[in-house]
Each structure stands twice: as C-alpha cells, then as structure tokens.
C-alpha cells in the first residue's frame, strides 16, 4: 500500500502556484489577487441504493486514488484585473488526468517542458514508428508538467472564481 501524507501535497502544490496579470497600466494600482487552494479526495459512496461520486477532505492517499486540486481566487484589490494567468505545476506523486482542467470564462492550456511552452490539451506529438513513418499521437498523461488558466472575463473587485484540475495519485 503506497500513502502519501497530505502535508507533502500541499506543500508542492502551494509552493508552485502563481499568478501573472496583463493589461494593468504603471499608474493603475497592483492587481491583489488572493488564492486559496483545497484537495480533495473523489469517492465512490452508495447513497439511496445508487453509486454516486462524492468528495472528501483528504487525510491519506493511495495509488490509484483522484483528487482533485481546486483554486478559488479573489479580486481583493480596488481595480479590475483583465486577463489574468494563473499556473499551477503537477504536484509531484501524482499524474494529471487529462481533460480534467476547468474554469469558467478560462482559456486552458498544458506544458510537458517545466512551463516552456503552453499548447491546448490534449497535447500532440510526431512519434516515429519502427517502419521510419511517422504519426501524431497524444502525449502520455505523466509528462505534463503545468496547468495554466488565462481567465478572459475581467474580474472586478470582489469577484470571485474558481479553477480546477484532477490526478491520479501515482
């Protein structure tokens, strides 16, 4: 049985999530954006004779187990914030479920180089076959290294959001 401590998630995950914003003028006060990010773990329960899908706050993990990575932000400052980017890297331990990525108003893209390059999942690749031919073909969920949602709509002060991902614990 392979168990991960929870605190080890969170710690990776915290440690790599950061915002970038565009179109705020030198004159325009600092965009304050404040995140707040929960894991939770995704469980089959049965309830009224059917099996439903239920999240639950994570105390342990095991291989094979979903969670899923969401953050919530706030516009906490006194001016809109117009396409902002919010990145976040695949924790380590764990496997990005592709497609997975959400957020309202967000365009959604992937990296498999460490944040080199961003592309709409799912990600392509040339792969070379042994008969010298090649073919495009996805690449394999565990290379993906960062998510990034560029929220198109601006957020006015007070606003909130929320963006998310799921893996597979490893």
């Not at 168990?3 to 705020?24: E, H, S």
């Not at 706050?57 to 906490?76: A, C, R, S």
């Not at 976040?88 to 390059?117: F, H, K, L, M, R």
């Amino acid at each position: 049985m392979i168990k991960l401590k929870l605190i080890l998630i969170y710690i990776v995950f915290f440690a790599g999530i950061f915002f970038f914003c565009a179109g705020v003028s030198p004159a325009q006060q600092e965009p304050v954006l404040d995140l707040k990010t929960t894991v939770q773990k995704e469980v089959r329960t049965k309830k009224n004779g059917k099996w439903v899908m239920e999240r639950m706050p994570v105390e342990e993990t095991m291989k094979g187990d979903i969670l899923v990575f969401t953050i919530n932000y706030i516009n906490q400052g006194k001016t809109d914030i117009v396409d902002v980017g919010i990145v976040n890297p695949i924790p380590q331990g764990v496997v990005y479920i592709p497609e997975s990525a959400e957020g309202q108003n967000a365009e959604i893209t992937c990296s498999i180089d460490n944040a080199g390059s961003w592309h709409k999942p799912p990600i392509m690749t040339r792969v070379k076959k042994p008969d010298g031919k090649e073919e495009i073909r996805p690449v394999p969920a565990d290379q993906y290294t960062h998510i990034r949602w560029v929220i198109k709509k601006p957020i006015l002060p007070g606003l909130t959001g929320r963006v998310s991902f799921k893996a597979t614990v490893k």
